[in-house]
């Protein structure tokens, strides 16, 4: 097993950020320095390398991150092969059973390979509302054009990305999700795959590019239970159970949870050949894997530490999250970097979005309030269009003081929307809603500048009689002045999904290490994979999420059977 030691200023220092740093300040000043004190410059080069490398913006400015800490699988010691309890040997090999491992799973499975995946959580993880495809039988009819996602998910990523993974998520997420749909079929609870009407401003934030119609999701199944509908998130637990139902009906299948993946197996620069896990019992147990290993650990969300190291503090200082399980700690990730691979450079990009309450996201109560409200820091200052979709209005708000730890949703008592009195009372009790009779008095109440609020509200008012924001541009057709005599402000947060940086994958899901050739036999999927985001999470092109950890598991499993 090639190993280095993996820690923060180590990746730091490989990703050459004092190199870099030291030799530009040297040549910016070089040409200019007189002979007789080039030596005394020499010598300042490795202050200026200890400066560049020490200070707090290195990759960004530091911050704790306040986020959960889940349970941790890689090992980052080298494992005595006497420690090995067991060693089996399998063609595939999946490290982690979310949507991308399952996928990858069953592909592998129906291409006839022996198969284990494992996993560390008790039954999986899987928390999503839809998924992104191009050209799947259920969207015939629909006018999809695969050139203008393309461009979006480039353009998103401002071009910071390389295409072929891109390309192969456009060009055959249509017939994975065909395959997803016939794995379905198999089950016992009749799970459909069906198209999802978007609002027609959703690409292109909100109007450059026409809509791009590739959103498909569950809601027409009937099993779903009446809280999984299509947009709380939870449709994905449900159908990833009904996956696993069908895996059992594969002799050459074998899934085992309880089982994290603590290190991958490969020999100086040759080929991943296999992964050493941990079993239910507590002993070591080395998978041999002939065809290839399947990396589906997911994002590290669940880990403050890789938090604080890759990620823009910004991101996930004042945040909540949202998560139905901690298991996201990316050992995958780390399990890569350890054998060579390449990772996306940082800091990397944060699903976060708006709405986030204290705790986690505001329930439907508050839905309606807050699509109507303005938000406001703790100036009461406007500060983004608050009709954007979700991560660029989370991301304006990182960006105010204290990284958005004191912004607000003020609305009156005539864009309440579904938030009743009890709803009102609920959220007063928890220390979440403030009230006033006007805007003044409301500020005071919650600890903003009163006269920031009354200009703001005055102002914005205004723009109703002239027709036009002129601050933002936001869409008044679908808003309201504030005419109403109480005033109420609703603390808000954003609030992290997950993270989608990891690493770096061609178009056939390989991982490549830094010199940007393939690690034969090592493959990546869903947030544990990079090349696709760059600094941010495109909201506004639907289900890129999981549209592209179904596809790459399905390729990845796919590439690794046919060995080429």
């Known amino acids: 097993m090639e190993g280095t030691n993996v820690s923060r200023r180590d990746f730091l220092r490989g990703a050459g950020v004092v190199g870099a740093a030291a030799g530009a300040l040297v040549l910016a000043g070089g040409a200019q320095t007189p002979a007789a004190v080039a030596e005394e410059t020499e010598g300042a080069v490795p202050g200026i390398a200890k400066l560049a490398n020490e200070t707090a913006w290195i990759p960004v400015q530091k911050a704790a991150c306040p986020g959960p800490r889940g349970p941790i699988g890689f090992v980052a010691d080298a494992i005595p092969s006497d420690q090995i309890a067991t060693t089996e040997d399998h063609d595939i090999v999946v490290v982690g059973a979310g949507i991308g491992g399952l996928m990858a799973s069953l592909k592998a499975a129906d291409e006839g390979a022996d198969v284990v995946c494992i996993e560390k959580m008790t039954f999986g993880r899987a928390c999503f509302e839809a998924f992104g495809a191009v050209n799947a039988k259920c969207q015939e009819g629909l006018d999809i054009q695969p050139q203008l996602l393309l461009d979006e998910i480039y353009r998103s990523a401002y071009w910071r990305i390389r295409p072929e993974p891109v390309r192969t998520y456009v060009r055959r997420s249509g017939e994975v999700t065909d395959f997803w749909q016939a794995v379905l079929d198999k089950g016992s609870n009749g799970f459909t795959i069906s198209h999802v009407q978007e609002y027609p401003s959703t690409c292109g934030m909100p109007c450059l590019t026409d809509l791009i119609p590739t959103e498909l999701g569950f809601g027409d ?6 809280d999984a509908g299509i947009r709380p998130g939870y449709a994905g637990m449900y159908v990833c159970l009904e996956m696993q139902e069908v895996a059992s009906q594969y002799d050459n299948l074998d899934i085992r949870f309880e089982t994290p993946g603590v290190q991958l197996v490969r020999e100086g620069s040759g080929s991943v050949t296999g992964v050493i896990a941990r079993n239910a019992e507590g002993s070591y147990v080395k998978l041999n894997a002939r065809k290839g290993v399947i990396l589906a650990t997911g994002g590290y969300d669940a880990n403050p530490d890789l938090m604080e190291a890759w990620c823009r503090p910004e991101d996930y200082a004042s945040s909540s999250w949202w998560n139905p399980g901690w298991g996201t700690t990316g050992d995958g990730h780390l399990m890569g970097i350890q054998v060579g691979a390449q990772m996306d450079p940082c800091p990397q990009p944060v699903m976060n979005f708006r709405w986030g309450s204290p705790d986690s996201f505001y329930d439907s109560r508050a839905w309606g309030a807050i699509s109507i409200a303005i ?33 607000w949703a003020v609305f009156d008592e005539t864009m309440m929307g579904g938030m009743d009195d009890a709803a009102v009372a609920d959220y007063k009790e928890r220390g979440w809603l403030f009230e006033g009779e006007t805007p003044e008095e409301l500020a005071t109440a919650c600890g903003m500048s009163p006269e920031g609020l009354s200009i703001t509200i005055g102002r914005y008012n205004g723009f109703f009689e002239k027709g036009v924001d002129e601050d933002f541009d936001r869409d008044l057709s679908a808003a309201i002045p504030f005419t109403g005599k109480r005033y109420f402000a609703l603390t808000t947060n954003s609030c992290v999904l997950a993270t989608v940086g990891g690493l770096t994958i061609d178009g056939n899901a390989q991982v490549l290490d830094t010199e940007n050739k393939p690690i034969g036999g090592l493959y990546a999927t869903g947030n544990v994979s990079g090349g696709f985001f760059a600094g941010n999470y495109p909201r506004h092109i639907p289900g890129t999420s999981i549209g592209r950890a179904v596809t790459f598991g399905y390729v990845a499993a796919e590439h690794a059977m046919k060995g080429e």
């Not at 406001?376 to 003081?401: H, K, M, T, W």
């Open 375 to 407: 938000l406001v820091n703790g100036n009461g200052e406007r500060f983004v269009r608050e009709d954007l979709p979700f991560q660029p209005v989370s991301n304006a708000q990182n960006a105010q003081p204290d990284y958005g730890a004191n912004c």
């Open 221 to 226: 199944s009937p099993c779903l239970p009446p």
